[in-house]
């Protein structure tokens, strides 16, 4: 196997690895985004009793608790649906490794 192939699936090897982890980093930063939309939601919720000083104003702090715990979920569960994407996803390298692997048995 020639050395230019030898440098090609190295390189190719990798552009995969710095790409999942590029993946997973930028899963991560979507769940603290996420995380924290639902804090700002429950300090909203918070707020409005001191702020309104109004009797009805408990459904508008229920309504906000509730955002709040509606997108702490939909945070999770895209976290891990995005991680286990990842980690399907991430098998699809030991190919390219099999491949440098055998060029360097061949050569030796």
């Known amino acids: ?55 009805f104003n408990s459904p508008f702090m229920y309504l906000f608790y509730g955002l709040s715990l509606l997108t702490l979920i939909t945070g999770i569960i895209n976290y891990f649906s995005n991680r286990k994407k990842t980690i399907q996803n991430e098998k699809h390298i030991g190919d390219y490794q099999l491949d440098y692997l055998q060029a360097d048995e061949i050569k030796d």
Request: a positive charge; proline letters at 2%; glycine letters at 2%.
């Open 1 to 55: 196997m020639s050395e230019l192939k030898k440098a090609f699936n190295k390189d190719l090897i990798l552009r995969e690895r710095l790409a999942i982890q590029r993946t997973h980093l930028a899963n991560q930063t979507t769940f603290l985004a996420f995380l924290r939309t639902a804090l700002y939601l429950l300090v909203a919720g918070l707020s409005t009793e001191n702020l309104l000083k109004l009797p």
